[in-house]
């Protein structure tokens, strides 16, 4: 691990057991450092001949007593393209110093500087609807141009989150609940893209599975990175409802799309949003929160009449059929899906599918 200094090479050695995070820090805490703990632990690993066993003890010892062990580590990381940033990194997040629970290693593939720039949160659960999802992807694409968009690895809300972010300035962290060993092989193409243009992110070392607990820890992270978190679809139990939760213990921002009452994909938005939450529908309902004022960096596209026509039916209408953007806007059909087509080029609108469009902006 020529790359790393001898305190980050001590972390990722520690990090590479899977013995409980609370021993790893207990350890580190006796020893004064990583390095000194890996270069005296026949010492300082004494104790956990007790809570873990003496073979787990001696197989640590056994890795320090040649270079094999950390070269094979090295080999790993270097033949996956995989970096490990450790909380004595330059790039390790500011957000995450001052916690006592947080990942002590940080594995990525792609853009490292992504750990220091401002983030938004966004998840969803796997069954939110079509149009919440192309309507939350416009939103991210957008957002996207001023805070990264952070997010998870699952379809759903987080696949659209990633694509959206993707097609806007690529900004986008997708961070995974297990190691790189075990990613969602479904995405596998999106992930890769991710890697290519943003950061793909792991808080496990590479073999790593994915547990039962892994996900809230994984949402927990998610909350905490974020400087406010945005739930495109969540039912009345879903997992983005945890990371909201989290959200609002770390003292968080939370944004969530609004849904028509009785839609079951959509009762957590809607409690999030009867609890307090920013009833959000577009990305001026989520950017002007964080004092970020879009209409001010650069006017809006240019509209010929009939567009504007067909812009402003749009918007009182919310969301319609093209044949009632028709009647209110007083186009011919025919002539409407070309005037449809430009503005959402334009990014005014979002196409829902079944011939619905909705208003972005």
């Known amino acids: 691990m020529e790359e790393y200094t001898e305190e980050e090479k001590g972390y990722i050695w520690l990090d590479s057991f899977q013995i409980e995070d609370g021993e790893k820090r207990r350890l580190l805490t006796e020893a004064g450092s990583a390095a000194r703990l890996a270069g005296n632990f026949r010492f300082f690993g004494k104790s956990l001949i007790k809570s873990c066993g003496e073979s787990v003890y001696n197989n640590m010892c056994d890795s320090l007593s040649n270079d094999g062990y950390r070269t094979k580590i090295s080999e790993l990381l270097e033949r996956e393209k995989i970096r490990a940033v450790t909380c ?3 790039e390790y997040p500011e957000a995450l110093r001052e916690k006592t629970d947080a990942p002590l290693v940080l594995y990525g593939k792609g853009d490292f500087s992504l750990l220091k720039t401002r983030m938004l949160t966004v998840v969803g659960s796997r069954r939110t609807p079509p149009a919440a999802l192309k309507l939350g992807a416009k939103i991210c694409e957008q957002v996207s141009s001023h805070l990264a968009i952070l997010t998870g690895t ?17 900004k986008v962290i997708a961070l995974a609940a297990g190691g790189f060993s075990h990613l969602p092989q479904g995405n596998f193409q999106l992930l890769n893209r991710v890697a290519e243009r943003g950061l793909l992110l792991s808080a496990h070392s590479f073999f790593t599975p994915v547990r039962v607990f892994s996900y809230e820890r994984r949402n927990a992270l998610l909350a905490a990175l974020g400087e406010g978190v945005f739930v495109i679809g969540a039912g009345e139990k879903s997992g983005a409802l945890i ?20 839609t079951a994909a959509g009762t957590g938005c809607n409690a999030l949003i009867k609890k307090g939450a920013y009833l959000t529908e577009n990305s001026f309902d989520i950017l002007g929160r964080f004092g970020i004022n879009l209409l001010e960096e650069k006017s809006a596209p240019p509209l010929s009449a009939d567009e504007e026509r067909v812009f402003s039916a749009l918007k009182e209408l919310g969301e319609a059929h093209v044949t009632e953007i028709s009647e209110k806007s007083q186009v011919p059909v025919f002539r409407l899906y070309s005037l449809l087509a430009a503005l959402e080029v334009k990014g ?9 469009y909705a208003a972005a902006e």
Do not use: C, H
């Not at 699952?154 to 690529?170: I, M, P, W």
């Not at 959200?247 to 849904?259: H, M, Q, R, T």
């Not at 005014?348 to 619905?356: A, D, E, H, S």
């Open 154 to 170: 699952a379809d759903g809300g987080d696949r659209a989150a990633a694509e959206g972010a993707l097609a806007g300035s690529g």
């Open 348 to 356: 005014l609108l979002v196409r829902l599918g079944g011939n619905r």
């Open 88 to 90: 004595a990194s330059d």
């Open 243 to 262: 990371t909201a939760g989290y959200a609002e213990k770390f003292g968080k921002k939370i944004f969530a799309l609004p849904y028509a009452p009785g």
